[in-house]
T-cell receptor, first 112, second 114 residues
Framework: DTAVSQTPKYLVTQMGNDKSIKCEQN?????MYWYKQDSKKFLKIMFS???????INETVPNRFSPKSPDKAHLNLHINSLELGDSAVYFC???????????FGQGTRLTVV | AQSVTQPDIHITVSEGASLELRCNYS??????LFWYVQSPGQGLQLLLK??????LVQGIKGFEAEFKRSQSSFNLRKPSVHWSDAAEYFC????????????FGQGTELSVKP
């Protein structure tokens, strides 16, 4: 009964490949997010979706494409992976735009 | 621009000692403030939040934080630290006007000595 779950937990892939990370929340929240945590543990928002509508795209390269098939899911597809994409990616959700966010366990992406 | 500063990158305390982690923010309006904890290899868990009202807020695991508008601070405290509190702590400000995004501080790594 995990609140925010994302798969896979670990992802190792070669440069140039395309990969996807899936996220699902069972909290009934309207807003979902993707955050990136770099090697220095700094967390920065990438995308925010409210009721399946994109409301934040924080100057992320267009190789990153979020997809929200419904309010409970927000997937992240990454094309042409680069070494610099190596990071931990966190999915999160919140009930309203200013309330607390609940985070998934993270996906550690390693590009070799 | 909104920002959050956690001045201490790494803090070491002895088990049973008190703890205070500092957080300063820059935000134009009344902020929504949060403290999250991240254990190694884990996601972020919410410790506590401040939206309005009483400036001293209680959270889980015995943590509390005090909002001081005059100092633009939201420091996290615990009277007696346990070894299991060793983790990374993040302060964040929420911006409901910008899609609900959280702006995080750099994090403070807490080590606990036996």
């Amino acid at each position: 009964d995990t609140a925010v779950s994302q798969t896979p937990k670990y992802l190792v892939t070669q440069m140039g490949n395309d990969k996807s990370i899936k996220c699902e929340q069972n909290l009934g929240h309207d807003t979902m997010y993707w955050y990136k945590q770099d090697s220095k543990k700094f967390l920065k928002i990438m995308f925010s979706y409210n009721n399946k509508e994109l409301i934040i795209n924080e100057t992320v390269p267009n190789r990153f494409s979020p997809k929200s098939p419904d309010k409970a899911h927000l997937n992240l597809h990454i094309n042409s992976l680069e070494l610099g994409d190596s990071a931990v990616y966190f999915c999160a959700s919140s009930q309203l735009l200013h309330t607390e966010a609940f985070f998934g366990q993270g996906t550690r992406l390693t590009v070799v | 621009a909104q920002s959050v500063t956690q001045p201490d990158i790494h803090i070491t305390v002895s088990e049973g000692a008190s703890l205070e982690l500092r957080c300063n923010y820059s935000y134009g309006a009344t902020p929504y403030l949060f403290w999250y904890v991240q254990s190694p290899g884990q996601g972020l868990q919410l410790l506590l939040k401040y939206f309005s009202g009483d400036t001293l807020v209680q959270g889980i695991k015995g943590f509390e934080a005090e909002f001081k508008r005059s100092q633009s601070s939201f420091n996290l405290r615990k009277p007696s630290v346990h070894w299991s509190d060793a983790a990374e702590y993040f302060c964040a400000v929420g911006d409901g006007n910008q899609g609900g995004k959280l702006i995080f501080g750099q994090g403070t790594e807490l080590s606990v000595k036996p």
